[in-house]
């Protein structure tokens, strides 16, 4: 019998497709997986009936002879940041606990009209704030992967998508969708072992996401291999009216375009992502990834993006700046939660409502951010970050004079362990400093597989492309993928 | 233009005013949602999930009310930037769900311009000045609380949240209350000849923030106060005065004016403050990141401009060409209604002085008398040209016309089925007329001495009693000839 656990998006396509296999029977095998792993704490609501509804629908349709679309019979995870009709969205903060959505995201539903079915909601860092997936008010996200050293400290799955990255990589489901306002995508990815890509900003529609940070949230897929990638970031990408910053261009056909021979591309290594004291496995990654794209043909060149180093600081005034002003709109007078005290007026509501919603780290943000936009001090902060943010995109335009790929690493270290960073905001902010930057130039960028450290856990190697070319970004992730030979898997602890 | 000065105790005051006016964009949908602006609907039925500011929701542009700032901005010949931006403006209220409002601080879509203002409209003598248009920009606006359904709750209607509302700000040009009333009735009329705000202020459609501040003739500029949300020109006026005066009395006792927010009570006639500077919002300004930054380009411009109507003053001017008095000229542009009216009028054929004072004299008359205004008016342009047609062929006389046009206010009747009807045709029975001019003349024998002697004022006499006789009915002309004949 097949193990349902061990097909990858396409293999489910095409059996469901060639009639090897119902897709019910998929969707079955994956919640009874789904439900089994509740040690992880990848889901903050199941919803099984939905994956075989979906399913059934799929089996229908191939049985009248009907066309199947790019997903179908494709069971998937749904970050708990895109608004679900009829099902609970939370966007993992006790804010919006119990809210339910009378209206879908334009991603999701382009994801059922595909043919995918949901197995549920995933957790995630509360309004996608943060990268280790401790800041849900649903608890922490546990990753499957274990350090080789004997011990059982639990590993943070990365964030903000951590709920789908450990999913994934516990085999929970073989895709999943995320969102990347600064390598909320790529870093998870890199800390599990699987694929993520963020495409160019406006590729995928935000309508329906809950916003962090409107100039910089991008929806794309999570998988475990770059095909799967491919086929999922087109079933989810298109233009949308209804998102005034969506492109109005047409999906490429970017699975059939998939070619890992790279002779002619010229991949750029920026200097000043060698950061001084990093990981020695680290670096040896690197270099195993400039090593096999040369072997896919590759010309590998030296650039300078000599403007790195200032943006992490300017993500972290731009993103709390846009959040400050997004997240204004839970105020406890329309929906989600609404803490009224005994005798309280208005401004009351809205403290104690705001104070009991939000999380810490989510308060940080929301206070950087109003800091940074206040009176006397805007020029300084945010006015500045967007002069840098400016130079950052400039530091790219002039390297792709050079190169049409970068490679880089996507995070600095591998998993840590849970409760490990979470005491020093800036240590856990560092994290983002690779990822940062293509989420400030608003460029396509994805993580793939490149290894594992010496304690046995996975490394992450980051591709970013050129504004719309996701398909060389691809591409080189394929080159990489045909000759890391990474097959190394979470042992099944839960 | 006018010299507005308030004696203090101290000497004169000159008195600096600035308006900032909120119009309301004619559109079918809201600024950045698809919702229904319709007022006067159930509260809460024309809200979207953008209006309620649901999570994840995002806006989108409405054109047609870029299009209709954009038209406003051409009529009063403003620099139009074909590069500006949306902002956010952060605050908390319950009736912003967003918590924030989408305006253009940075780059608005109308730069300057400027309104020429006569203090009065009628009066072709009134000086004019110029009043300074620092910008026209587009924002969302709020919804409304309503405090009087609970004992203890105050419940929110966001039927308005996200409508279009321009923001028309004046340079501080302005230096007494009548102009500052001539200003705004200019503005509302240019308005309402583009078609971009209905003007209509008692349903909010438009109304005023008035920035007042007071200093010696000629010194430097003096603190201003901001009185929010006007909403009569009557008022503004008044709040105009009243403010003035305070500052006045304030500075002469010995005190300060205030940077401040104030509020004005129409009931007691008086401003009052509402909030002072160091309680002034910061509202954290920036570029609203969901929304790209709007771009014009050159058909888009053509064709607001091509779509722009005759705007008042060229009426004016071309009414006066018409052989118009300057005075009758100005009454029928005041209002881009009387305008039309008066338009299609002449379109059916009506002379235009005959057309200018029948409108001014007769119609206006009539409405007068009815309560009515010119919108609700018994008879339309097509009944009333055929009733000036009649006259101006002969049929009847101008005198009978003030007869039948009472008929048609009354029964609706077409002017010449009642002429028909009731036997009103003017006569050129020449031997009829002779016949009663001969038995007044007998009648009359004294009356004919003197006019004979000299006295030329009874001519008029034997006119009416001709007419009199004729009931009304004989060509007044044809009278006039057969009895400077008789009389000889």
Known sequence: MTDFSRLRVAAIRDGVASGEFKAVEVAEALNTRVAAAKALNAFVVETPEMAVAAAQAVDADRAAGKPLGKMAGVPIGMKDLFCTEGVQTTAASHMLEGFVPTYESTVSANLWKAGAGMLGKLNLDQFAMGSSNETSYFGNVISPWRRNDGGNAALAPGGSSGGSSSAIAARLCPAATGTDTGGSIRQPAAFVGISGIKPTYGRCSRWGVVAFASSLDQAGPMARDVRDCAIMLEAMAGFDPKDSTSLDLPVPAWEAGLNSDLKGKRIGIPREYRLDGIDEDITKMWDNGIAWLKDAGAEIVDISLPHTKYALPAYYIIAPAEASSNLARYDGVRFGLRDLPEGAGLQDMYAATRAAGFGEEVRRRIMIGTYVLSAGFYDAYYTQAQKVRALIARDFDNAWASCDLILAPTAPSAAFGLGEKNADPLSMYLNDVFAVPASLAGLPAMSVPGGLDKQGLPLGLQIIGKALDEQAVLNAGLAIEQRSGFTAEAGEWW | ?488
């Open chain 2, 1 to 488: 233009m006018s010299e507005y000065r308030i004696q203090g105790n101290t000497g004169e005051w000159e008195v600096v005013i600035g308006l900032e006016v909120h119009a309301q964009i004619t559109s079918e949908s809201k600024l950045f949602s698809g919702s229904s602006t319709g007022f006067g609907a159930e509260p809460n039925s024309h809200v979207s999930l953008v209006d309620a500011a649901m999570p994840g929701m995002l806006p989108v542009p409405n054109r047609e009310c870029l299009r209709q700032a954009v038209r406003t901005g051409m009529a009063i010949n403003a620099q139009i930037n074909r590069w500006s931006r949306f902002d956010r403006k952060n605050y908390f209220y319950a009736d912003l769900p967003q918590g924030y409002q989408i305006s253009q601080l940075y780059h608005p879509i109308v730069g300057e311009g400027e309104i020429e203002v006569t203090l009065n409209e009628k009066d072709p003598d009134s000086p004019t000045k110029k009043i300074g248009i620092e910008r026209i920009h587009v924002e969302q606006d709020a919804g409304k609380l309503m405090h009087d359904q609970h004992p203890t709750m105050s419940f929110v209607d966001l039927n308005r949240s996200g409508v279009a509302l321009m923001e028309i700000v004046s340079r501080p040009d302005i230096s007494s209350p009548q102009e500052a009333g001539a200003y705004l009735k200019k503005l509302r009329s240019i308005l309402r000849y583009v078609g971009s705000c209905d003007g209509n202020m008692e349903q909010g459609s438009m109304r005023a923030d008035v920035n007042v501040s007071v200093r010696k003739p000629g010194g430097e500029l003096g603190t201003r106060t901001e009185t929010k949300n006007v909403n009569s020109i009557r008022f503004m006026m008044q709040a105009i005065e009243y403010e003035a005066q305070r500052q006045v009395d304030l500075i002469e006792g010995g005190g300060a004016v205030v940077q401040e927010t104030r509020l004005f009570d129409p009931n007691k006639m008086e401003t009052r403050s509402m909030r002072s500077k160091e309680d002034a919002h910061d509202y954290r300004y920036f570029p609203d990141p969901d929304l790209l930054p709007v771009e014009l380009d050159d058909a888009f411009l053509e064709e607001c401009l091509a779509s722009l109507p005759e705007l008042p003053d060229a009426k004016r001017a071309r009414y006066e060409a018409l052989g118009l008095t300057a005075y009758n000229a100005a009454v029928l542009t005041a209002e881009a209604e009387t305008a039309f009216w008066f338009e299609d009028l002449l379109a059916e054929g009506v002379d235009a002085k005959q057309a200018s004072n029948w409108l001014m004299s007769e119609l206006f008359g009539a409405l007068n008398k009815l309560g009515k205004v010119l919108d609700e008016s018994p008879v339309n342009p097509k009944q009333a040209a055929e009733l000036l047609g009649l006259v101006a062929n002969g049929t009847i006389s101008g005198s009978i016309a003030k007869q039948v046009f009472e008929i048609m206010l009354e029964t609706g009747q077409g002017a010449s089925a009642i002429v028909e009807e009731k036997g009103l045709k003017q006569t050129n029975d020449t031997g009829a007329i002779e016949a009663e001019i001969a038995k007044i003349m007998a009648a009359n024998e004294d009356k004919v001495t003197e006019y004979r002697s000299g006295k030329d004022k009874l001519f008029g006499f034997f006119v009416g009693q001709t007419m009199k006789a004729m009931q009304g009915k004989a060509n007044p002309q044809i009278i006039n000839d057969l009895l400077k004949k008789a009389l000889g």
